[in-house]
């Protein structure tokens, strides 16, 4: 059974600190994985995450497609549920963000988006984090498009 976070466990001022870090999370898992890096992102995702995200890549690769992505930055940021469950805390936010992306083949040839527009982008991604855990960090734990 869900229950909601206290207000005491997650106030304006801790709402406000989290979608800050959420913001800087998203950018960079973003980039990176545009990039094809997952070693710098590893530790913001779950096992299960980081597998999908691995496999994605690794068919890329396979068909020999490159991703080129710019970032441009988040219009909003919005938190649509939090909850806990145990020590578990679980917050999902609502992305709207501007990108530049494409997919080219091997030829260089552009098989999907367009180098030159800028789209926006909605996500809607989910954080977890062990209350009792000592790190900082809230992992990745699912994304919906």
Known sequence: MKKNIEQADFDEKAKESFLSGAKIAYETIITNFANGNLKN???????KV????????KE???????????????????IKDNNKKNNILEVTVDFVSE?????????N???????????????????SKDSKSRNPNWLLIDTQI
Do not use: Y
Request: contains cysteine.
């Open 99 to 107: 990108i530049i992306s494409c997919v080219k083949d091997k030829e």
């Open 50 to 57: 980081f597998d999908q995200f691995n496999e994605a890549l």
């Open 109 to 127: 040839k552009i098989i999907s988006g367009d180098p030159n527009k800028v789209k926006k982008v909605f996500d809607t991604w989910k954080f």
């Open 60 to 78: 890329r690769e396979n068909k020999g497609h490159k991703s080129e992505t710019t970032f441009i930055g988040i219009s909003s940021a919005s």
């Open 41 to 47: 992102i590893k530790f913001l995702l779950d096992k």
